[in-house]
């Protein structure tokens, strides 16, 4: 809500801008009341949109968030079957994951606490080169578009942001396999090559 001046809609020849002390502090202290009205009001609108963002928690259906992440590959149908039935308990939970605190977030950042690296390294979305389609799971994805969607997203963005979570946490599950070869080959060469001491 915009705060508005009570003399913006007065005119210059009103009675109401005459020189009188009293009406000029009276009209002062209603614009005071009514700026703290707008502004209780704008607190109250924030407050009603944070709680609507916020869905209900894990510890609310009292099941074990340990679910999370997927660690084998066979529970993903088991996963894709549970998030078809209406209210199901997954969905809050992974909307708790992908939306922390309510807080609107890449889906690269949050993807791997959803899902191993056994589960990820195993897919890809479409299941080119040798990978298994992960657009398959049509209610895992759903759900997941579900829970990132805002105004204007389409299904096109979203399959662009699941993607883009593949190959970003691909690199680094690569980069962490290649960083672990090499500091293993270093520790080889500082130790010493006879056994005698």
Not at 73 to 100: C, F, Q, T, V, W
Not at 143 to 156: S, V
Request: glycine letters at 4%; charged letters at 30%; aromatic letters at 10%.
């Amino acid at each position: 809500m915009s705060k508005h001046i009570y003399s913006d809609f007065l005119s210059e020849e009103d009675p109401l801008l005459s020189d009188n002390e009293f009406l000029e502090d009276a009209l002062a202290r209603l614009q005071k009341k009514l700026d703290k009205i707008l502004d209780n009001q704008n607190e109250i609108l924030t407050l009603i949109c944070q709680i609507n963002c916020k869905a209900p928690t894990a510890e609310l259906y009292n099941i074990k968030v340990d679910y999370f992440p997927v660690t084998d590959p066979e529970e993903l149908p088991n996963l894709d079957a549970n998030l078809s039935k209406p209210g199901n308990k997954y969905a809050n939970i992974m909307h708790g994951i992908l939306r922390p605190e309510g807080r609107k977030e890449p889906l690269k950042n949050n993807f791997s606490k959803m899902f191993e690296c056994d589960v990820l390294m195993a897919y890809n979305y479409d299941g080119v080169s040798s990978k298994q389609s992960f657009k398959q799971y049509k209610h895992i994805n759903k759900t997941i578009f579900g829970i990132l969607k805002r105004d204007g997203y389409t299904e096109t963005e979203y399959i662009a942001d699941i993607r883009a979570a593949f190959h970003v946490l691909k690199v680094r599950y690569h980069k962490r396999n290649h960083d672990l070869r090499r500091k293993i080959k270093r520790s080889q060469k500082c130790e010493p090559e006879s056994d005698w001491e």
